[in-house]
């Protein structure tokens, strides 16, 4: 069954605390990536992950960092976290990059107050 | 500008007429797909249609590369049907640079 993993669901942090997102999923997919969602901006590109410890900036990178040890888990780091950051974030796997579909997680809904 | 562009952004349906959705995009694609979102919800894959057209029950997708644009026709709808349908495309060639989404077009469909 093919799946695409987010823990946890929902997540309340302070500003300045850190944050970890984590992605898991069962289908041996190399390619992954983070997306955040926002009203009005759309889904937006964080990191990209092409293999363990293969990782790329996506279009918003910046307060972000990602870190990828096992071809089927990709983490999402925000070190000291600021209320911009509230927003969902969607983890999504691909078996290779560029012509393959992707296949999205449920989200994780942060809201950092 | 926005690469992706979808119109119309919101649509309102009687239960049982058709509707159709349509996805621009201005640079080249590797792929595209569509999805469907309810409030709140998470993202359901309905296509993944680099070209040409797919049907799946009561949707079909088409896909025309050269004229830069793709499409979601939904048939005879439903109150099922109400939520947003997002478009992106795969702007990369030879190797991922992840999907670039339009704003979504949002349906409510009444009985």
């Known amino acids: 069954d093919m799946k695409v993993t987010q823990m946890p669901r929902y997540l309340i942090k302070r500003m300045g605390e850190n944050v970890l997102l984590e992605c898991g999923q069962d289908m041996s997919h190399e390619t992954m990536y983070w997306y955040r969602q926002d009203p009005g901006l759309g889904l937006q590109l964080i990191y990209i992950?092409?293999?363990?410890?293969?990782?790329s900036e996506g279009d918003i990178p910046k307060g972000y960092r990602v870190s990828r040890k096992k071809r089927e888990h990709f983490s999402l780091i925000l070190d000291s976290a600021k209320t911009n950051q509230t927003s969902v974030y969607f983890c999504?796997?691909?078996?290779?990059?560029?012509?393959?579909?992707?296949?999205f997680g449920p989200g994780t809904r942060l809201t950092v107050l | 500008g926005q690469q992706v562009q979808q119109s119309p952004a919101s649509l309102v349906l009687q239960e049982g007429e058709n509707a159709e959705l349509q996805c621009n995009f201005s640079?080249?694609?590797?792929?595209m797909q569509w999805f469907y979102q309810r409030p709140g919800g998470s993202l359901v894959s309905l296509f993944y249609?680099?070209?040409g057209t797919k049907h799946s029950g009561r949707l079909t997708s088409t896909t025309v590369i050269k004229e830069r644009r793709s499409s979601l026709h939904i048939s005879s709808s439903q109150t099922t049907d109400s939520g947003t349908y997002l478009c992106a495309l795969e702007r990369g060639n030879n190797y991922a640079q992840g999907l670039t989404f339009g704003l979504g077009t949002r349906v409510s469909v009444f009985p």
């Open positions: 999504a796997s691909s078996l290779y990059g560029g012509i393959y579909e992707q296949y």
């Open positions: 249609n680099p070209s």
């Open positions: 992950s092409y293999d363990v410890d293969s990782n």
């Open positions: 640079t080249s694609l590797n792929s």
